[in-house]
């Protein structure tokens, strides 16, 4: 985990997001708050099915005191080393997103240096990902999940139409603004796209391949940059590859032939439901649901840097 010196609004993990099987815990986590503010707000969404599982345990320290549990919609004081007030907190829930809002009202001290635990009571295995902000509106931020890498090998020049799945694992609403039919480079357009997508929600994005040069002995490649609100440029990089392949399913093998065809009309389709029914479940599809192999807490790619804003 990075060591903050000066007040930032900050997303955490820098990358990814931190995986968590039933009654495990992340580190004890810094973040830091403005001194001058008598507000902060830590934006907490919990990844993975059900809608309206039990919510985990977030607990918060300051100037080396206890860590302290955080209810729900009732105010609890965090105290110090030396027992004083600096903090009264509590944490409300958008059932329709799963994001929980945990509410700092700073009443005394003037600490920096503040720490943050999360545990997973659901028994099913989640992710997590929060943000650090001076206000709710500032914590907002969406955090896009796709496979950035799109490599399709053509035969005699034509390849189908790619469908790639795109999920938001941010606690802010993921906004789109792109042109119709846009040159991604390397004979990619992007076609079609979400205008946006909820904390926890998911849809996809139509990129169609040109043809191309049939005699071509390497790839053609592009890194295309989506015009989204994500705030970290390497989250919503695609990473382009076009070849030409011979016919036949073993040259497709060998060359690395790639095209997401499992992406149903069905699975595009959502049905709507009201926010408070606790059976729904998540639109993140399985294959980018948390990934708990090892039982315990996963950084993913904790060496790409912060994820400031």
């Known amino acids: 985990m990075i060591a903050m010196s000066s007040p930032v609004n900050h997303m955490f993990p820098d990358t990814g997001q931190f995986r968590l099987a039933n009654q495990a815990s992340t580190d004890v986590v810094p973040f830091v708050v403005d001194k001058s503010k008598t507000q902060w707000f ?49 944490w409300s829930r958008d059932l329709s997103t799963d994001v929980f809002t945990v509410k700092l009202e700073i009443v005394g001290g003037s600490y920096e240096h503040w720490n943050v635990r999360i545990t997973n009571t659901d028994p099913e295995e989640l992710g997590f990902v929060w943000t650090s902000a001076a206000t709710i509106e500032q914590g907002k931020k969406p955090r896009i999940q796709m496979d950035t890498t799109l490599r399709v090998a053509t035969v005699h020049g034509a390849a189908p139409d790619q469908v790639v799945p795109v999920s938001n694992i941010g606690p ?14 390397a004979g990619f357009v992007l076609k079609s796209f979400p205008k946006s997508i909820a904390p926890n929600g998911r849809d996809h994005l139509e990129i169609s391949v040109t043809p191309g040069d049939p005699f071509a002995a390497s790839d053609e490649t592009a ?79 904790p060496d790409a840097g912060p994820s400031t804003w």
């Open 42 to 90: 830590l934006q907490v969404i919990a990844i993975g099915p059900p809608y309206g599982g039990r919510a985990p345990d977030i607990e918060i320290q300051v100037g080396g005191g206890m860590l302290t549990i955080i209810p729900q919609n009732v105010k609890v004081a965090i105290r110090d080393v030396d027992g004083f007030p600096i903090a009264n907190a509590s």
């Open 172 to 185: 802010g609403e993921l906004t789109f603004a792109e042109p119709a039919d846009t040159d991604m480079g």
């Open 223 to 301: 890194a295309y940059i989506l015009n989204c609100n994500d705030p970290a440029d390497e989250e919503k990089t695609l990473r382009l590859a076009r070849q030409q392949a011979k016919e036949g399913k073993e040259s497709k093998d060998k060359e690395g032939y790639k095209e997401h065809k499992d992406f149903t009309k069905a699975e595009i389709d959502i049905s709507v439901r009201t926010p408070f029914d606790l059976e729904r479940r998540h639109f993140i599809p399985r294959e980018q649901r948390p990934n708990l192999t090892d039982d315990a807490l996963d950084n993913e790619d």
